[in-house]
């Protein structure tokens, strides 16, 4: 299976800063079609994950120009820029590239 | 709108066997992916495996395969997963999610998992 590492396991940000969280695959995740085949997920206090990223830098429909993906190969980042309270919650990267797909660790994401 | 509407919490003994299930509303059922995820107390997100309406092609995790059975009724839109003997450590709460994947011509464009469920907890106890 592809071992996904994320990290830092959490982050307290204040309020307009921005955050970073990292992703490493332990195969590259670069399909022959040109894409990177990586996932970011949110899932808020109490709710269902919901999609943020896919295809490591494209946004999912509704998601802020705040967050930003990027990255090739084994290594991704996701930027949030300008952190608000609403972004708080578990953050996870998935590699969509093989069967099983496989999540990292996680990121929780706190305010300041 | 696209929903998938998830069973209700479910409380059973070791050994008994469950079956929940994902019904979904709001697109073509059986032209796309359906994907279960665990998520154990205060735990991460597990993927366990997905599921093809279309032709019943299955994918299972190596961890649960053999653990779990994935299904689908595709004259009511509903995917199922099922267990056939319980165990404690199968408590958790479970998530289906639509994998979108487009044709485009000659193309596949992939969007991730983008609608999910709201989870069903299964609580598994003496």
């Known amino acids: 299976d592809v071992v996904v590492t994320q990290s830092p396991l959490s982050l307290s940000v204040a309020p307009g800063e921005s955050a970073s969280i990292s992703c490493r695959s332990s195969?590259?995740?670069?399909?022959?079609?040109?894409?990177?085949?990586l996932d970011w997920y949110l899932q808020k206090p109490g709710q269902s994950p919901q999609v943020l990223m896919y295809l490591a830098s494209s946004r999912a429909s509704g998601v802020p120009d705040r967050f930003s993906g990027s990255g090739s190969g084994t290594d991704f980042t996701l930027k949030i820029s300008r952190v608000e309270a609403e972004d708080v919650g578990v953050y996870y990267c998935?590699?969509?590239?093989?069967?099983?797909?496989?999540f990292g660790g996680g990121t929780k994401i706190e305010i300041k | 709108e696209v929903q998938l509407v998830q069973s209700g919490a479910e409380v059973k003994e070791p050994g008994e066997s469950l079956k929940i299930s994902c019904k979904t509303s709001?697109?073509?059922?059986?032209?796309?992916?359906i994907g279960w995820v665990r998520q154990m107390p205060g735990k991460g997100l597990e993927w366990m495996g997905i599921f093809y309406p279309g032709d019943s092609d299955t994918r299972y995790s190596p961890s649960f395969q053999g653990q779990v059975t994935m299904s689908a009724d595709n004259s009511i839109s509903t995917a199922y997963l099922q267990w056939s003997s319980l165990k404690a450590s199968d408590t958790a709460i479970y998530y289906c999610?639509?994998?979108?994947?487009?044709?485009?011509?000659?193309?596949?464009?992939?969007?991730?998992?983008?609608?999910w469920g709201r989870g069903t907890l299964v609580t598994v106890s003496s």
């Open positions: 709001g697109y073509s059922f059986t032209n796309y992916w």
């Open positions: 195969q590259s995740l670069l399909h022959s079609d040109g894409h990177n085949y």
């Open positions: 999610a639509r994998r979108r994947i487009e044709v485009a011509g000659k193309r596949y464009l992939y969007y991730g998992m983008d609608v």
């Open positions: 998935m590699q969509a590239l093989q069967t099983p797909n496989t």
